[in-house]
């Protein structure tokens, strides 16, 4: 009997956990036994609530949003647990719950085991070649971050770390995953909670202290949030990007859902309002600002585009270059990108330095995770340029003053207004010593309008190939009209029987072509896309009034099928008053939109000419710019391929 026992558990204890592996891996939601609760009546109600049904109140989320959880409710369960959900759902008070579900969040780090102790150069911060980001221009100028406030959204960072600890910002940490104020890294054989760590020291190793390397902003304070080291749910993530706000400057967030090519998946309910809070209320109202590393999908073909974080206009999303300027292995190319710092690449080329765990250094940091917090290292020196610049301002900035050159990969293209800009790289490399200059004497972008304008009067069958044409005024004469562009969406409703052998590409009228999506081969799906917003960040600066263009494209022979059934064009910008010229970047006497790319001479019209479709037809068109006044640029050596 006793063996038949044994025997029963031992079965139980196999088998449990494979049926949860097998569920997550077809899709299905693992459910927690937390709840995240809408009580607009406040905490002490809130408490009362919880006490009453037998919950146990974790805390506020975000605004009025509060964090239960029920210690009689399997904390992972394949369905979800209704009775519980019932009664709550049955207060007056309660406005609005939802049982947490598991979310597969992966740490964006190609990782490889540190082999060699010693610290080399940083090169990627000061090289004689000049193929660096430019930082020590900005250390020059007397920004070093100071003032400034980092939290690093990961596993935890090691606080007591000799190269962190006179940087460490108790205000800007907290353990999400264990309830407590102490962000500290659970320690494991394998040193898997060695990411945050990680990339704390790009944004904010101490300097001159005969340790390790040097942080970007070496004087900014550093924070950590612990929130990848359990079960993430939509509460764990909402927390994290909210907590602190009118503290923490930055929020570094180097994961995402898995970059396995099949996946879509983005911020849900609470964590798309943490962001929208941010940017409004954040920072005392200029706007919390969110840097993302794309993504390490590279080797799957996968797309930036379908992951909701990179691909949300409130984050700042950064892709990878190697030491010898090339697209890593990892690296995913979409058009939500808008810049791109240095990382690892092949075996012959250099990674980047910076502390970890057991108070070490490393000289292997890898991946789109090592790229996001340079960028926010360099953000952080922008900051302290100029403590007034908004969330859009930051990314004006990073559009102005990124460069191309130096960077290979042959989809660079020229945008309406003169900028080069790539699915792989966006504008750019980051360029410390322009931002700074630029930041100091800027004057703040209008604020943000958005023009949401109803494309698809009926259903439409994909086939082969699908194309939607309309003819927009921006909502000109409409309190939302919009003149000059910053993010442009296209929210797509479509069914398709194979999703991964779809590309979609969506034409500006001043002829700036973005992918929106790029065939995956390993996405099986037949779920197709659900009111997804696409976004590209190609187009900025360019006059949205006139015809965009909407191709939908069967990439394989296989008789696929399908339907659009919606299409929102969603066009995010400022209003009609002109451009502010003293934000213009100011190089060899000129004054330019894009550093060292064109000038600008308001006198004659601009002609565009570009090649508009490769799958659908072939055909050029030569057009004006639907804005005036017209501009005329002096081509320099970067804009030559505009013809």
């Known amino acids: 009997m006793d063996r038949r026992l044994s025997w029963l558990l031992f079965w139980w204890a196999m088998t449990v956990p494979l049926a949860f592996l097998v569920s997550e891996g077809r899709g299905q939601h693992i459910y927690t036994n937390t709840w995240a609760v809408l009580v607009p009546a406040g905490l002490q109600e809130a408490e009362r609530m919880a006490r009453k049904h037998g919950f146990l109140n974790l805390g506020p989320i975000i605004g009025d949003y509060y964090h239960f959880s029920h210690r009689a409710v399997a904390k992972r369960s394949l369905s979800p647990h209704r009775s519980w959900h019932s009664s709550l759902s049955r207060e007056p008070q309660v406005l609005w719950l939802e049982q947490q579900v598991a979310k597969r969040r992966t740490k964006r780090d190609a990782f490889t085991e540190p082999t060699d102790p010693k610290f080399p150069q940083q090169w990627y911060l000061s090289n004689s070649n000049r193929k660096d980001l430019n930082v020590q221009v900005a250390w020059q100028q007397g920004y070093t971050g100071r003032g400034v406030v980092v ?197 012959n080329e250099k990674q980047i ?28 020196l922008a900051l302290e340029a100029n403590k007034n610049l908004t969330w859009r301002d930051m990314q004006h900035l990073v559009v102005q003053t990124s460069k191309p050159a130096h960077l290979n990969t042959n989809d660079w293209a020229t945008n309406g207004v003169g900028r080069k800009v790539s699915h792989s790289y966006g504008y750019g490399l980051l360029d410390a010593g322009a931002m700074v200059a630029l930041a100091k004497n800027w004057t703040s972008v209008g604020p943000q309008r958005k023009c949401a304008i109803d494309i698809l009067p009926e259903p439409r069958d994909i086939g082969k190939c699908l194309e939607v044409r309309k003819k927009v005024e921006a909502c000109w004469g409409d309190a939302n009209s919009v003149a000059r562009l910053e993010h442009v969406q296209a929210r797509l409703t479509l069914s398709y029987n194979r999703r991964g052998d779809l590309a979609i590409h969506l034409v500006s009228p001043m002829g700036t072509r973005s992918t929106l999506l790029a065939a995956r081969p390993r996405d099986f799906s037949a779920d197709g896309f659900n009111d997804w917003a696409f976004m590209t960040t ?22 696929n099928y399908g339907t659009l059934t919606k299409f929102v064009l969603v066009l995010y910008g400022t209003g009609p008053d002109p451009p502010d010229l003293s934000n213009q970047f100011e190089s060899s006497g000129c004054k330019t939109l894009v550093t060292n790319q064109a000038c600008v001479d308001f006198s004659f019209p601009f002609v565009q000419v570009a090649p508009v479709s490769p799958f659908c037809s072939v055909r050029f068109e030569v057009r004006p710019p639907a804005n005036v006044p017209f501009l005329h640029l002096s081509l320099s050596p970067f804009t030559s391929s505009l013809l």
């Not at 900014?220 to 993430?232: F, N, P």
């Not at 970890?356 to 490393?362: A, G, V």
């Not at 900025?540 to 263009?549: K, L, M, Q, Y």
């Open 151 to 347: 939290s690093i959204l990961d596993d935890g960072i090691e606080k007591n770390h000799p190269d962190l600890e006179a940087n460490y910002d108790p205000e800007a940490s907290f353990d999400v995953n264990d309830q407590d104020p102490d962000p500290q890294p659970r320690y494991t054989q394998t040193n898997d909670n060695r990411h945050g760590t990680r990339c704390a020291g790009e944004v904010a190793a101490v300097a001159n202290n005969g340790i390790c390397g040097v942080g970007v902003a070496y004087n900014a304070k550093i924070g950590g949030v612990r929130m990848l080291d359990g079960e993430v749910t939509d509460a764990v993530e909402a927390r994290s990007l909210g907590l602190n706000p009118d503290h923490i400057h930055i929020y570094s967030a180097s994961w995402g859902p898995e970059d396995d090519g099949k996946t879509v998946d983005g911020p849900a309910h609470l964590a798309e309002e943490a962001f929208r809070r941010g940017v409004s209320q954040g920072r005392n109202g200029l706007g919390s600002i969110f840097v993302w590393a794309s993504g390490n999908g590279g080797r799957d073909r996968d797309s930036c585009n379908c992951d909701g974080y990179t691909n949300s206009i409130y984050t700042l999303s950064i892709s990878s270059t190697t030491q010898y300027g090339n697209v890593p292995w990892y690296s995913e190319a979409c058009s939500s990108t808008l810049a791109t710092t240095y990382s690892s690449g092949s075996q």
């Open 353 to 380: 330095v910076t502390t970890d765990l057991w108070q070490k250094c490393t000289e292997s940091h890898t991946g789109t995770s090592a790229s996001a917090p340079l960028a926010a290292g360099i953000i952080a």
């Open 538 to 559: 190609h187009s900025w600066d360019e006059d949205p009034a006139g015809e965009w263009v909407l191709e939908i494209e069967n990439t394989s022979e296989a008789n």
